[in-house]
Every structure is written in C-alpha cells, then in structure tokens.
C-alpha cells in the first residue's frame, strides 16, 4: 500500500478506479430488484456488481455515488480493494489506517467526527475526499486553480497554476493521478506526472473496476416510446430544440449553466454536457453519464466504430438513442481527441449542441466530418418506467 503525505497534511489517497467503466445493469438484475425500491432508497447507480463486495460492507458502498458524477460505488469498492484488501484493520508505515486507508491528520478533515475504526464512515469519507479532488482537477482545466505546490524528496516545488487548456488528460485519470502523486504534482506537471508508480497506477486502478462492475446487457429497448430510456431522451431533446445555446463547458444533469472560456456569460450546453442532461433526466436521476465526449464513449456498449460515417449496413445495428462520438484523425478514442458527442435519432439525423454561436438543433449526418472516426454506444439502466 502505497501512501504519501503533503507538507499541508492532506491524504494522497492511493487507488481508486478510473474511466470510469459505468456499466448498464444486466437482465437478470433489473428481473430480480424492483428499481422503485432502488430509487426510493437512493441507490442513483444500480449497475454496480454488488455480490462482488464483501456481504459485511455491500450496503455501505451502495450508499455512495451520489455527490458528483465521477463517484459510483464501483469506483468506491475498486479502490478499497486496492487500499485494505477491505481489511478494516489494515495499516501502513506511513499511519495510514481503515479500510480506506486515511492517515490521522486528513481524517480529522474528512472523518465526520466518527471513529477511524468505522468502516461506513471510512466509505462515506472516501467518497467525499474523492469528489473534492475531483473539483481541484476540474479548477486546473479551467485555469481557476491557483498556486501549484508539489513535495519532492524532501523539497518544495512551486509553478503558477494551470491556464485553461493547460491541462493534458481526462478527469478521471487526472483524479487517480492525484490520489497516488497529490493534486499539487499533477498540477505542477500540467497532468500526470512523469513518474514509474503514478503512471502505473493510473490503468491499474481502471482494471480493478472490472471486478465490481456488473455485466453488460446485450439487449437495449430504444422504440421512441416514452417509457424507454432511449425514447425519453429524443423526446427531450426534440424539446430542448431551438431552446438553448451552446455553451463551452456548459450544462449540469438537471439543466442548462454558464460555461467557461469562450462559454462564459452563456447560459446552455456544450455537447457532451447536453448528451448527460439527457440521459439523467430520461433515467430519473439513475444514470450518471461523465462529464466530457472522451469520458462518455468510455461508457456502456459499444455498437460500432468506423472511419466515417457508418455505411448503411452498420446504420442498420443502430438504435433511435444511441450515441455517436467523433475522433479526429489519427486519435485515439476515449482521449480529448474524441471532440464532440451528438443523440442519434434515426433515418441519418441527430440532435446535439454542435458549437459556440449555434443552439440545440437537429442536423443530418452530412454535417459531421467524413474524416473522423465515428464510434456509436449505446446506455442502458434500470428505472422506474415500464418498457
């Protein structure tokens, strides 16, 4: 177990998981748990694989995954099991101690005020502490972060803080990056820094996730029906037509925001940040989509890939609700060259924020680049609507 300490105090968290695999809830699941009880008692993520945590600790982890997207209780159970192994006594060299592995100092911070000893305490912290640093790394893409402070063998390094546009790599990975090297390092290198441990870390935590994920379903409904998934997010966005601008960094899961950049001062969406409107509120709040194009084609089932737009015969293992995502050439999917994001709705059309001076609108396949590679995925979860 891998532990450091800032000059501040604050606990670098080890491991947690990344890319956040959010999985969609398999058959079987949604058969055998009725999904207004879920709701009702406020489990938003239902697609976690539950039986894969300890019996003792499964309701505490499925309390969490509701203060910010980037939490959900499989990305909590991966990085207990790489923190104690959920060994609730588990200890380190550096004082750390718990199941979630804090040391005195942070604890005091983040602790609530409960015993060290208290496993659920340790998870509720765990998440808070986790969505905190989620904050610090989107303050440092946004250029608002300040002073960047890093420790190193024994030295303190300092840089002015990141410019928007500065920093290089996805929330998630940059979250990991500063559970393992502090905010302050990744911040100093303007991503993940260029060291052995953090930079095998990083993927290492992503795979831990699989354990806890439950598998995907193969069959998603999308019939424009209002009581699919699929169908409720085209109707919502039918509706949102004409209605709001677009907006760099704009939108939350339950509306319209002002943006940043060249999205300050307007209030609407940015692409990736309408797909997540849509899909929360068509979910009614159970589905939790990440923030950016990179981060959402990470997720779900994936239906096809092509270098273009897909040809008629792909277009036909396409649904009504599906989503397509658009690399530049010569990226690589999932990374910030994965650029725009656009609701797919059939017959060659979508729906989607496309850019700066434009609002929500419906456009034809025709309008995207033929250079890009277009990768489609499709999202699934269990609500409370009956198909």
């Known amino acids: ?99 979630s592995q804090f040391i005195p100092g942070t604890w005091k911070t983040w602790g609530g005020g409960a015993p060290q000893s208290d496993p659920r305490a340790n998870i509720l912290a765990q998440e808070r502490y986790d969505c905190h640093l989620a904050g610090e790394v989107r303050k440092m893409q946004a250029g608002k972060y300040g002073m960047c402070v890093m420790e190193m063998h024994g030295k303190i390094y300092t840089k002015p803080g990141p410019k928007a546009g500065e920093m290089r790599g996805e929330v998630f990975d940059l979250m990991l990056a500063s559970y393992n090297a502090g905010p302050g390092a990744v911040c100093y290198y303007r991503g993940i820094p260029p060291w052995e441990e953090t930079q095998g870390y990083v993927p290492g935590i992503k795979n831990l996730m699989s354990t806890y994920s439950a598998p995907q379903a193969v069959s998603a409904v999308y019939t424009g029906n209002d009581k699919t998934l699929g169908g409720r997010a085209i109707n919502l966005a039918r509706g949102s037509i004409g209605k709001y601008p677009y907006s760099w960094g704009g939108g939350t899961f339950t509306g319209p925001s002002e943006g940043f950049a060249q999205g300050a001062g307007i209030v609407g969406f940015d692409c990736s940040g309408f797909v997540r409107y849509l899909f929360h509120q068509a979910s009614g709040g159970a589905l939790k989509l990440p923030r950016t194009a990179g ?51 059939g017959n060659g059309m979508t729906i989607n924020a496309l850019k700066t001076g434009t609002v929500i609108r419906e456009d034809p396949f025709s309008q995207f680049s033929r250079r890009d590679v277009w990768t489609v995925q499709r999202y699934a979860v269990a609500t409370t609507a009956q198909a």
């Not at 300890?54 to 910010?68: I, M, N, W």
């Not at 989503?323 to 910030?336: C, D, R």
Request: hydrophobic residues 40%; contains cysteine; positive net charge.
């Open 295 to 345: 981060e959402q084609v990470r997720v779900g089932q994936r239906i096809l890939s092509s270098a273009g737009p897909p040809s008629k015969a792909e277009e036909a293992r396409m649904q009504p609700g599906d989503v397509i995502f658009f690399t530049s050439p010569g990226g690589t999917i999932g990374t910030g060259a994965t650029h725009h994001t656009a609701l797919y709705v």
């Open 1 to 99: 177990m891998r532990k450091k300490k800032s000059r501040l105090g604050l606990l670098l968290l080890v491991p947690f998981g990344g890319s956040l695999i959010f999985v969609v809830a398999m058959t079987a699941l949604i058969a055998a748990t009725n999904p207004l009880n879920l709701l009702k008692n406020g489990l938003t993520n239902v697609a976690f694989n539950v039986n894969a945590v300890p019996a003792q600790y499964r309701s505490f982890v499925a309390e969490t995954g509701k203060l910010c997207p980037e939490v959900t209780p499989t990305v909590v159970a991966a990085q207990i099991h790489q923190e104690s192994g959920w060994r609730p006594d588990a200890g380190s060299p550096k004082g750390a101690y718990g199941l």
